[in-house]
């Protein structure tokens, strides 16, 4: 299967401030990748589908505007929290479907982000 | 609204015995499945899928069987092993269409 990084996988930084999650797979082009957000003890919630050379598709109820996705290339996306609150510290991950199909996809190692 | 359900978050089975996790679903459109297993601070790590032209789909240790009638899909893993402890996930999507995921259910394999 495709293998999927991510960077960092875990940062804490204060509250009003950006971080920015990149999302790299190795060894697979990808058009599209998927950002995904998991709460304790809870389930993961897709947030949005990143699409290279377009504007990322959010799922309901997430704010664009705090979480800016950008597809650089065939092999990156990155996520960015704008101004993260503590309600914002979760565990992020990020998967690219194996080939054309979206429900067949290979996650990264997601990374934790904890606002103070 | 949950459309996937793991009603069970945690289960705990002896070694070598079977270990069997439920699914639930409610959206008639879903048709395909999958299981995921995921490791703490860990992205989640496809296991087994099925299809819902099929009722029952084997690999290994692991067994997924549907339901289609009941909406509902087992995971079955047997014999059970300590390396197997770790949350299972259950997944749905239908026409090939974004994931969703269930719960999640946390199993431990005790020797």
């Known amino acids: 299967g495709a293998v999927v990084s991510q960077h960092p996988s875990w940062v804490i930084c204060k509250s009003g401030t950006s971080v920015k999650i990149e999302c790299r797979s190795l060894d697979f082009q990808a058009t599209t990748m998927f950002w995904y957000r998991q709460f304790p003890k809870q389930s993961l919630m897709l947030m949005a589908t990143?699409?290279?050379?377009?504007?990322?598709?959010?799922e309901q109820g997430v704010e664009k505007d705090k979480f800016l996705i950008n597809h650089a290339s065939l092999t990156l996306s990155t996520l960015t929290v704008t101004s993260a609150h503590p309600e914002d510290s979760s565990f992020y991950i990020c998967?690219?479907?194996?080939?054309?199909?979206?429900?067949?996809?290979?996650f990264g190692p997601g990374t934790r982000l904890t606002v103070l | 609204d949950q459309q996937v359900k793991q009603n069970s978050p945690s289960l705990s089975v002896q070694e070598g015995r079977i270990s069997i996790l439920n699914c639930d679903y409610t959206n008639s459109m879903f048709d395909y499945f999958l299981w995921y297993k995921k490791y703490p601070a860990e992205g989640p790590t496809f296991l087994i899928s099925?299809?819902?032209?099929?009722d029952k789909n084997e690999d290994g240790r692991f067994t997924v069987f549907l339901n289609k009638s009941a909406k509902h899909l087992s995971l079955h893993i047997v014999p059970s092993q300590p390396g197997d402890s770790a949350v299972y996930f259950c997944a749905a999507s239908a026409n090939t269409d974004k994931l969703i995921f269930g719960t999640g259910t946390r199993l431990q394999v005790f020797p």
């Open positions: 099925i299809s819902s032209i099929k």
């Open positions: 998967s690219v479907p194996a080939g054309l199909k979206a429900n067949e996809q290979f």
């Open positions: 990143s699409n290279e050379g377009s504007k990322a598709t959010y």
